[in-house]
């Protein structure tokens, strides 16, 4: 299929489009929406505070068809941070509460309806968030990339991540859009989400039985979930890989 092309705006300038960005469905398992930072973010009130850095996607007839979210947050080191994704938001929040100056901006998500996908948007969208970092003086785009290829949770991110195919490019899909799109991977972000829940709440999220301590595999999870029946506890702690986009600013 051919690229598509997409009217790209960021959401400062399409607030009236905030009620319909919102309600576009999220392709993520229940599980994954339960990561607490993410509450710090994912609300009507924040999105608006960085609306300048959330893009909206529309086809020709004018539907949101994709939607993407970054947040500019002060790193205070040359490394990009272990916390990857969680450390974004909160380092984002925090800065932005507290007056500071932000010295990059890091991609969180990018959002494709499913009708859409297989378009090639998603090299797109990642060229206009770069652009959009560029706007505002960003150095780089940096993203904490969840490689969502990989299919064994028992194998180590370590090895997944920097694995390639013949051509050189990452086996990962989701990596390969953004080495193409001239993204650089630097390093992995070993504790990039981590979502705590009781053993009930595990299993409605779910629909496992989380009855035995120990590692449990959990559908579309990129690493084990650790049970501990005794106390009634599991937590998800989720590796994710920094990937560096230089904009030329």
């Known amino acids: ?6 009217t790209i705006s960021v959401l400062a300038e399409r607030l009236d489009l905030l009620h319909e ?4 469905e999220s392709p993520w ?7 607490p930072i993410g509450a710090l973010y994912y609300n009507a009130p924040t999105l608006t505070r960085f609306a300048e ?23 205070e080191s040359d ?23 932000p010295n990059t901006v890091a991609a969180l998500e ?25 706007r505002h003086g960003y150095r780089e785009l940096v993203v904490p990339v969840r490689p969502n290829g990989k299919k064994d949770a028992r194998e180590p991110m370590s090895s997944y ?10 086996v990962d899909p989701w990596l390969r859009v953004h080495v193409r799109a001239g993204g650089r991977i630097d390093r992995l972000a070993p504790r990039a989400m981590v979502i705590p829940g009781t053993l009930a709440e595990w299993r409605d999220w779910t629909n496992l039985p989380f009855d ?4 449990v595999e959990v559908p579309q999870a990129l690493t084990l979930v650790h049970c501990d029946v005794d106390n009634g506890t599991a937590v998800y702690i989720e590796p994710n890989v920094w990937v560096r986009h230089r904009t030329g600013a």
């Open 79 to 101: 490394e990009l941070p272990d916390d990857g994704w969680d450390g974004a938001i909160r380092r984002g929040v925090r800065t932005s509460l507290d007056g500071g100056v």
């Open 53 to 75: 850095h959330i893009l909206v996607c529309q086809d020709d007839e004018g539907r949101i068809v994709a939607k993407a979210y970054s947040i500019p947050f002060r790193c």
């Open 161 to 170: 991540a920097f694995r390639t195919r013949d051509d050189g490019l990452p």
């Open 21 to 24: 960005f919102l309600e576009m």
């Open 1 to 6: 299929m051919g690229v598509m092309a997409l």
């Open 212 to 215: 035995q301590s120990g590692p």
């Open 29 to 35: 398992p229940t599980f994954m929406r339960q990561d």
């Open 110 to 134: 990018i959002v494709i309806a499913p009708f859409m996908q297989g378009h090639g948007l998603s090299g797109q969208i990642v060229e206009a968030l770069r652009d959009n970092a560029k």
